[in-house]
């Protein structure tokens, strides 16, 4: 059994597949930014038997971040999965730490946790940043926060640079954990395809199953740094190096400043 880091798993995806990884007997730690709706989830998910723990962070705050990555390598010697669920995509709070909130959610507060809690994560662990069929190219004027974005571009732009900051990583840590970006599945049944397209989306369990077997599974044991696409169901062709690494570079830079 395995200890798991899902952040957003207060609804949606998150929620649903810490159901299913608290049903299967693993260790979670469960994070979100509502102390309330946390502490709910957390004794809902006690009540199948899981052992859980949580931490409350808002990741549109990076020393947030900072703060609840270094709670958690105090309390846990070992994670063995990270999965960053949490995003978003339409909202009237466009503006983050000087810059789109989907850059700093999206992008920068999964970049940083995956860095900081990298030594604790275990060598044949695993790292998951949710990723988006929904993809543009990164502009790194509106990633510097002198550009100022509309929903859809900003959201795109943010999973491309996530998706590219992972190859980046993976290309610089060839010896683990393994770590992937994956679009779970286009709209799917949660809020923000509710809110952000106006209909009520696909069954949510495919995004549970394939973030399942992301997490888990021998499957994806050679696959660090790859972008899995579920709606094609495979793994995606590798993106341009030096783009990625350009990308990749401007983000760590960033990071240097939380
Ligand atoms: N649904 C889809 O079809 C789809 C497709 C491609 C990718 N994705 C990706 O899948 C992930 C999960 O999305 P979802 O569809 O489940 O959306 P959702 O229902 O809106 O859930 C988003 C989660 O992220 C959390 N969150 C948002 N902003 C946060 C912040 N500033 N600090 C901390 N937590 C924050 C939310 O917390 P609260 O519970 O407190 O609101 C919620 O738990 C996202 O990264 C999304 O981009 C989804």
Not at 127 to 146: E, F, K, N, T
């Amino acid at each position: 059994m395995k200890t798991i880091l899902i952040t957003g798993a207060t609804q949606g995806l998150g929620r649903a597949t810490a159901q299913t990884l608290a049903e299967d007997g693993h260790t979670l730690i469960l994070h979100g930014r509502d102390g309330a709706k946390l502490s709910e989830v957390a004794a809902e998910l006690r009540q199948v038997g899981a052992e859980v723990s949580t931490e409350l962070a808002d990741l549109s705050d990076l020393s947030e971040v900072a703060a609840m990555a270094a709670r958690v390598t105090q309390s846990h010697p070992q994670i063995d999965v990270l999965i960053n669920n949490a995003g978003v995509f339409k909202t009237t709070l466009t503006e983050a730490g000087g810059r789109d909130v989907r850059f700093t959610v999206n992008t920068l507060a999964s970049a940083l946790l995956a860095e900081r809690l990298l030594p604790v994560i275990a060598q044949d662990g695993r790292i998951l940043h949710l990723s988006s069929a929904a993809q543009a190219p990164v502009d790194p004027q509106a990633l510097a926060g002198a550009r100022k974005l509309q929903h859809m571009e900003a959201y795109a732009q943010s999973k491309l640079a996530i998706t590219l900051w992972n190859q980046s990583f993976g290309d610089t840590h060839p010896d683990g954990p393994v770590s992937l970006a994956i679009n779970p599945g286009s709209l799917l049944a949660t809020r923000m395809v509710r809110e952000g397209f106006g209909t009520s989306g696909n069954d949510l369990a495919i995004g549970v199953d394939i973030l399942t077997r992301a997490a888990l599974s021998e499957e994806f044991a050679e696959a660090t740094g790859r972008y899995f696409d579920n709606d094609a169901g495979r793994l995606a062709p590798r993106y341009d190096t030096a783009t990625a690494d350009a990308v990749a570079a401007q983000i760590n830079t960033l990071l240097t400043q939380v």
